[in-house]
C-alpha cells in the first residue's frame, strides 16, 4: 500500500498513528515533496469510482487562492487531473493506495472497513 500525506496535516498524522497501530505495511510519501503525476491521479481516480472534486483539498489555502471553488465547475476531467499534479498541496489527504483501493481523506469507520 502506498500512503500518501503531509508531515505537518494534523488528520494525516492521526491516519499514520492509525495504520502503525493496526501493523498496515505502506510505503510512506510526503505529498509535498513528491507530487502525484498526473497519470497516478487518473489511475487513482478511475479505481475510487469517487466524482474528481473529491481528490481537491478544498480546505487548502493553495484552493482558495487559486478561487477553484468558481473554476472547477467549468474544467474538464483532464484540465482538473493537470492541474492537481502540479501541486501536492491542492490534493486532498491522507490517501491510502492499495491495488484495489483508493482512500481518500481519512476517515476511521471507512478505513476499518476497507482494510478489513
Known amino acids: 500500500m502506498l500512503f500518501l500525506c503531509y508531515p505537518r496535516c494534523s488528520t494525516c498524522q492521526k491516519a499514520k498513528k492509525w495504520l502503525d497501530e493496526k501493523g498496515v505495511v505502506y510505503t510512506y510519501r510526503d505529498i509535498a ?3 502525484p503525476t498526473c497519470e497516478e491521479l487518473t ?3 478511475r479505481q475510487s469510482g469517487l466524482p474528481l472534486k473529491k481528490f481537491f483539498n478544498t480546505s487548502g489555502m493553495l484552493y482558495k487562492e487559486l478561487g477553484l471553488k468558481d ?3 467549468t474544467m474538464s476531467e483532464e484540465e482538473m487531473l493537470q492541474l ?6 491542492l490534493v486532498k489527504r ?3 493506495v492499495s491495488e484495489d483501493k ?3 481523506g481519512f476517515r476511521e469507520p471507512e478505513w476499518a472497513d476497507a482494510l478489513n
Open 43 to 45: 489511475g487513482w481516480y
Open 33 to 35: 515533496q513528491e507530487n
Open 84 to 89: 492537481l499534479a502540479t501541486n501536492g498541496m
Open 94 to 96: 491522507p490517501l491510502l
Open 102 to 104: 483508493v482512500l481518500v
Open 71 to 73: 473554476k472547477l465547475p
